[in-house]
C-alpha cells in the first residue's frame, strides 16, 4: 500500500466506521456464537502471498463482526463505559502514524511533554491538591498507563519500596526479605481483582476489609484490623480506597481512612477507575475528599471521559513499560474539541440517565433497588431467589437485544445496569425496561405454572 492507496483506503475506513457507529443499534448487542467460532472460518497459516484490501475487508464483516459486542451501541449496559468520541480517534489515527517509542524527552520531546501538560490540565480539572501537579512546586505529576491494574501494582511496589527503606533506616540489620514477609496491605472486600492480583504480584500479603451496609470501608473496621496485623508482629504499609467500585459504585470514607493512614506510615492509593471521571463535575467533586491524605490516585479517561481505550492515568511519577506511545494526543484533541462544559454535560447526561432507569425500577413493586445511585450504575433485581434473577439474567442475554452482567451483594445476585454509550438517550432506556418487564412477565408466568 503506497501513499496514493492510503488516502483511498484511509477514506473508505473513516465511511465504515462512521456507518458502523451511527448504525451500531440495528445490530444485535450480543454475539450469537460459541467460543471457538473463528479458527474455523481463517486459514491455519499466514498467507505466503499478498492478499487483497478488498478480501481483507469482506473478512472483517464475515468473521470479526459476527463475533463482536458491540460496546458502544445504545443498547450495551455492562459493565462500566468503554469511552468513545470522533476527536479521539482522529487522535489515535495521528499517533499511529507518528509512530514514537517515547521512552526518553530525546527519543521524542512532544511525546514526553505533552503527556505531562495534559495531566495538569486533567489534574486541575479535578482539582487536584497542588501536589499532584507536575508544572508547580511540588514534586507530583502524572503519568499514562495502559489499565488501572498497572497503576495499582505500581502505587503497591513503589510503597513496598518505601515501607522497606523506612524500615531498614531504623533498623540496619533487618533484610529486605525479613521485611517483605511481614508486609501486610488492605483494600475493600468490594475491590476489583486487580488489587488482589497486584499483592499477588508483589509478593506480599493482602487483607480485604469489611465494608459497611452501604459497601464502603469505615475508618473503625481498618484500624481494628491494623491494630490487630501490628500486634502480630506485622508492618501495615499500603491501604487501596476504592471510589466507585465495580459491584455497585460504592465510596470509601476518604476523610475517615486518609488520616489513619498517614498515622500508620501506611501509603493511601485511590483506585477511581470509573468514577474519577465525574469529579469534573462540581457537584460530584465532593466525593473525592481526602485525596490529600493520599499518594497516589488513578482513574480511567478511556471508561467516562470520552478518550478511547488505552487510557488511564495515574498521579504517580513512574510506570512499568520503557517504551510508551503518543497517546496524550488523544487527550488534547478531546479536551480541545469538547471542552470542560462538553465533558461535564456528558456525565451529567448519563447520570440522569441512569436516574431515569432507577425511576422505572422504583415504580414496579416486583423489583427492588440494590444499592444507592450515585452516578451512571443501577443495581437491580427482581425480589425473589437467586435462581429466578439468574433466570432473568439468561433471558436477557439469549435474546441479544440488550446486554447486562450480574454482581453479587450481600450474597444476592444482582443485575448491573451501567450507561454505557456516548450514544444512549432516554428511548433507548425506556425500550431496554420495556424488554425487561416483557422477559420478567414471561418468566413469572412460567414460575406460577
Not at 50 to 65: H, L
Request: proline fraction near 5%; charged fraction near 20%; charge should be neutral.
Amino acid at each position: 500500500m503506497d501513499a496514493a492507496e492510503f488516502r483511498r483506503r484511509g477514506k473508505e475506513m473513516v465511511d465504515y466506521v462512521a456507518d458502523y457507529l451511527e448504525n451500531i443499534e440495528k445490530r444485535p448487542v450480543y454475539p450469537d456464537l460459541e467460543p471457538g467460532y473463528l479458527r474455523s472460518l481463517i486459514p491455519n497459516e499466514a498467507p505466503l502471498e499478498p492478499e487483497s484490501y478488498e478480501d481483507i475487508i469482506k473478512d472483517v464483516e464475515r468473521v470479526i463482526m459476527p463475533g463482536v459486542t458491540h460496546w458502544h451501541s445504545p443498547y450495551f449496559f455492562a459493565y462500566f463505559p468503554a469511552a468513545s468520541s470522533y476527536p479521539a480517534m482522529v487522535a489515535d489515527m495521528l499517533c499511529g502514524a507518528i509512530g514514537c517509542i517515547g521512552f526518553s524527552w530525546a527519543a521524542s520531546p512532544a511525546c514526553t511533554e505533552l503527556e505531562t501538560v495534559m495531566l495538569d490540565w486533567l489534574g486541575k480539572m479535578l482539582q487536584l491538591p497542588e501536589c499532584f501537579i507536575a508544572g508547580t512546586h511540588g514534586r507530583g505529576g502524572g503519568v499514562i498507563q495502559g489499565t488501572a491494574s498497572e497503576a495499582t501494582l505500581i502505587s503497591l511496589l513503589a510503597a513496598r519500596c518505601k515501607a522497606v527503606r523506612r524500615v531498614q533506616t531504623i533498623n540496619a540489620k533487618k533484610s529486605e526479605s525479613e521485611i517483605l514477609s511481614k508486609l501486610v496491605a488492605y483494600t475493600s472486600d468490594q475491590a476489583h481483582s486487580s488489587v488482589e492480583r497486584a499483592a499477588l504480584i508483589g509478593a506480599v500479603m493482602m487483607r480485604k476489609v469489611p465494608t459497611d451496609n452501604r459497601y464502603a470501608v469505615r475508618r473503625e473496621m481498618l484500624k481494628k484490623m491494623v491494630e490487630e496485623d501490628k500486634a502480630a508482629g506485622l508492618i501495615p504499609f499500603y491501604f487501596c480506597a476504592t471510589l466507585g467500585t465495580t459491584p455497585s459504585c460504592a465510596f470509601d470514607h476518604l476523610t475517615e481512612l486518609g488520616p489513619l493512614c498517614n498515622e500508620e506510615n501506611m501509603w493511601m492509593h485511590i483506585d477511581a477507575a470509573y468514577a474519577g471521571s465525574a469529579f469534573i463535575c462540581p457537584e460530584f467533586r465532593p466525593l473525592l475528599n481526602g485525596v490529600e491524605f493520599a499518594d497516589s490516585f488513578n482513574f480511567n479517561p478511556h471508561k467516562w471521559l470520552l478518550v478511547n481505550f488505552d487510557y488511564m492515568t495515574a498521579a504517580i511519577h513512574w510506570q512499568i513499560p520503557l517504551g510508551r506511545r503518543f497517546r496524550s494526543l488523544k487527550m488534547w484533541f478531546v479536551f480541545r474539541m469538547y471542552g470542560l462544559k462538553g465533558l461535564q454535560a456528558h456525565i451529567r447526561k448519563q447520570v440522569a440517565l441512569a436516574k431515569e432507569f432507577e425511576s422505572l425500577v422504583r415504580a414496579d413493586k416486583r423489583f427492588e433497588i440494590c444499592a444507592e445511585v450515585v452516578l451512571g450504575l443501577v443495581c437491580f433485581r427482581l425480589k425473589g431467589s437467586n435462581e429466578l434473577n439468574q433466570e432473568l439474567l439468561k433471558r436477557i442475554t439469549k435474546s441479544r437485544e440488550i446486554h447486562l452482567v450480574p454482581c453479587q451483594l450481600s450474597g444476592r445476585f444482582v443485575l448491573r445496569f451501567a450507561i454505557c454509550a456516548r450514544t444512549t438517550e432516554s428511548h433507548h432506556i425506556q425500550q431496554a425496561w420495556q424488554h425487561i418487564t416483557q422477559l420478567t412477565f414471561e418468566l413469572l408466568q412460567e414460575a406460577s405454572h
